[in-house]
């Protein structure tokens, strides 16, 4: 199983877009299905974005959807998550997760994934 790395958060104002990356080591990224989730303080961790394996469909939550853009890199061994438009509620850790079986709902849920990076922290200031 490969280990996952994230990283490209930061301090950013609303209104802004960053970029994060979730790159693999140890393993092809392709061959699972990725999703990036979100945690705020005090709040559930919430399943934002997915990829399938190779990258043939892509899911958003209503959260996000029309604002971020999942996209993989197989040469780079790499998914992004761009992010457009950055509101305050967007503030939070954002992990990558992976899972060789996929989703077992059309919920992203954390328990269909078993492989984690650490988390990168996005802030969006007023």
């Known amino acids: 199983q490969p280990q996952l790395v994230e990283s490209g958060g930061g301090l950013v104002h609303a209104g802004e877009s960053l970029r994060l990356s979730c790159t693999a080591s140890?393993?092809?990224?392709?061959?699972?299905?990725v999703a990036w989730f979100r945690q705020a303080p005090g709040k559930e961790r919430e399943g934002i974005s997915l990829?399938?394996?190779?990258?043939?469909?892509?899911n958003y939550a209503d959260s996000v959807k029309d604002r971020f853009i999942i996209s993989g890199d197989r040469a780079k061994n790499t998914v992004y998550l761009e992010m457009n438009s950055l509101q305050s509620d967007d503030t939070a850790i954002y992990y990558c997760?992976?899972?060789?079986?996929?989703?077992?709902?059309?919920?992203?849920?954390?328990?269909?994934?078993?492989?984690w990076g650490q988390g990168t922290q996005v802030t969006v200031s007023s």
């Open positions: 997760a992976a899972g060789f079986d996929g989703p077992s709902s059309i919920n992203i849920e954390p328990k269909d994934f078993d492989i």
């Open positions: 140890g393993g092809m990224i392709d061959m699972y299905f």
């Open positions: 990829i399938s394996r190779h990258g043939g469909a892509t």
